[in-house]
Nanobody
Framework: QVQLVESGGGLVQAGGSLRLSCAAS????????MAWFRQAPGKEREFVAV????????RYADSVKGRFTISRDNAKNTVYLQMNSLKPDDTAVYYC??????????????????WGPGIQVTVSS
């Protein structure tokens, strides 16, 4: 059974930074592509960033490009999302997602088999 648990969310002022972590209970974590999505109230879940199983390739939504960085540590079964220069529009519940293998073109929620419960990020103006 695959379990994902996010941490590191909270309240931050505009212009500030947060680092989200997602711990995965997957023995073969290094075989899984990982992604971050977010969902704001009244909106659909949207793609934020994806990283391949090796960590060699990444892709970002245009809205976060240059501000957010996705990374992973396969020895710790953890994926990260460093968020800088945060804006009020970044306020949402952030979700970690996993799928076996995968590519940087997996940007739809339907592409992912496993999901964390989500964590709130609130950016005040």
């Amino acid at each position: 059974q695959v379990q994902l648990v996010e941490s590191g969310g909270g309240l931050v002022q505009a212009g500030g930074s947060l680092r989200l972590s997602c711990a995965a209970s997957i023995q073969t974590f290094k075989w899984y592509g990982m992604a971050w999505f977010r969902q704001a109230p009244g909106k659909e879940r949207e793609f934020v960033a994806v990283i391949t199983s090796s960590g060699g390739s990444t892709r970002y939504a245009d809205s976060v490009k240059g501000r957010f960085t996705i990374s992973r540590d396969n020895a710790k079964n953890t994926v990260y999302l460093q968020m800088n220069s945060l804006k009020p529009d970044d306020t949402a519940v952030y979700y970690c997602a996993a799928r076996l293998s995968g590519s940087i073109w997996d940007m739809s929620p339907r592409d992912y088999q496993y999901w964390g419960p989500g964590i709130q990020v609130t950016v005040s103006s």
